[in-house]
């Protein structure tokens, strides 16, 4: 039996986007139960401190900080306060995120195309960029930033969130070339079908009402559809996303950057 990894973090910081969205929770659980204080950014705070409070058994630092990530004025607020409370920020985990509505290519709302990549390109801008600077200031560090399987593939019906990931793997690509000699480390990752849960629901639920020649119109099938093109023939876990962020920012991850690590993809 093989003995799971057990990445120390014991003194080091962890800054989260998203933390109050489940990713982010369980990235948030994973790092304190290996010693790390956790910062946590959501625009949702009172769920934000929720987790904050799930968190207490720990016994390491919490802090939450409200923050909208398409405004840099916000972003650097909440740097301010964690670095204010913590000292330093040894690791920034890019995870908010928007999946946007499903729909074909010509049909799709010129609004919400515009909203996914507000947040989901601007935003991780906003928080790379700041992060680079703090993260250089302090000496090196490493940031994970949240793409998608969408953004290897290009699912239909999801071109917004497609192009948005696509959008962050070249993001991530550069910024480790550029960020390299300052010691930080650049990765992403790239999680394909998660869950049990809302998020799952949701996608086979709007799959199956676009109405396209690729899914069925019975989210039930829909399901083992989406599944059946996955080679494990699974779904991934929030644990297992969690434990790929902790393994990026690990000292055993030391030699990688500007890497994609897909979770259960193909």
């Not at 849960?197 to 559809?225: H, I």
Request: glycine share 12%.
């Amino acid at each position: 039996m093989t003995a799971k990894a057990t990445y120390q973090f014991a003194g080091k910081t962890i800054l989260i986007t998203g933390g109050a969205g489940d990713i982010g929770k369980a990235t948030a659980h994973r790092f304190a139960a290996n010693g790390a204080a956790i910062a946590l950014l959501d625009l949702n705070e009172p769920k934000m401190a929720d987790v904050a409070g799930e968190l207490k058994g720990y016994n390491v630092p919490v802090g939450t900080f409200g923050c909208d990530v398409t405004a840099s004025d916000d972003v650097a607020k909440a740097f301010t306060g964690a670095v204010k409370q913590f000292g330093r920020i040894d690791y920034v985990f890019n995870n908010a995120g928007y999946q946007g509505v499903f729909a074909k290519t010509d049909e799709y709302p010129e609004d919400d195309f515009q909203k996914v990549i507000d947040i989901n390109v601007v935003g991780v801008f906003y928080i790379l960029k700041a992060a680079a600077q703090q993260l250089r200031d302090a000496g090196g560090g490493a940031i994970v930033n949240m793409a998608s399987y969408a953004g290897v593939v290009g699912p239909p019906n999801m071109l917004a969130y497609a192009a948005s990931k696509f959008a962050v793997i070249g993001i991530t690509q550069t910024a480790a070339k550029d960020l390299a000699p300052y010691g930080i480390r650049v990765n992403a990752l790239s999680p394909a079908l998660i869950g049990p849960g809302f998020m799952w629901t949701r996608q086979t639920e709007l799959q199956a009402a676009v109405g396209s020649q690729y899914f069925d119109a019975d989210p039930k099938v829909v399901e083992q559809q989406m599944i059946n093109s996955i080679p494990m023939r699974r779904l991934g876990s929030l644990e297992e996303v969690a434990n790929g962020v902790a393994f990026l920012m690990s000292e055993e991850a030391s030699y990688i950057t500007g890497f994609n690590l897909e979770v259960t993809g193909g």
